[in-house]
Nanobody, 117 residues
Framework: QVQLVESGGGLVQPGGSLRLSCTASGGTFRIYTMSWYRQAPGKQRELVAA?????NYADSVKDRFTISRDNAKNTVYLQMNNLKPEDTAVYYC?????????????WGQGTQVTVAS
């Protein structure tokens, strides 16, 4: 069982920056694809960025957000620059690993990001 704890959310003005962190415990961190998702009010949860064998980004955040991971610290980060009001959402950390017929899929509790003036 993997536990994920996010931090770093908050209120920021448009154009500002935030860095989210997600620290994992209880598993072998390096084998997991680590991702950030977000869910805005009234909308479906969407993938923001993923870090596994490669990194992937939603088109809406490319060139503004950067995902990175420190396997020694069991932590994945999301650096968010040039934030826009439409980035307002609860951001969730996800750890995913599949092997043969088994799927290991874990979520954090979420951290609120609000972009407003």
């Amino acid at each position: 069982q993997v536990q994920l704890v996010e931090s770093g959310g908050g209120l920021v003005q448009p154009g500002g920056s935030l860095r989210l962190s997600c620290t994992a415990s209880g598993g072998t961190f390096r084998i997991y694809t680590m991702s950030w998702y977000r869910q805005a009010p009234g909308k479906q949860r969407e993938l923001v960025a993923a870090s596994g064998g490669s990194t992937n980004y939603a088109d809406s955040v490319k060139d503004r957000f950067t995902i990175s991971r420190d396997n020694a610290k069991n932590t994945v980060y999301l650096q968010m620059n040039n934030l826009k009001p439409e980035d307002t959402a609860v951001y969730y950390c996800n750890a995913y690993f599949s092997f043969m017929s088994k799927v290991f899929d874990y979520w954090g509790q979420g951290t609120q990001v609000t972009v407003a003036s």
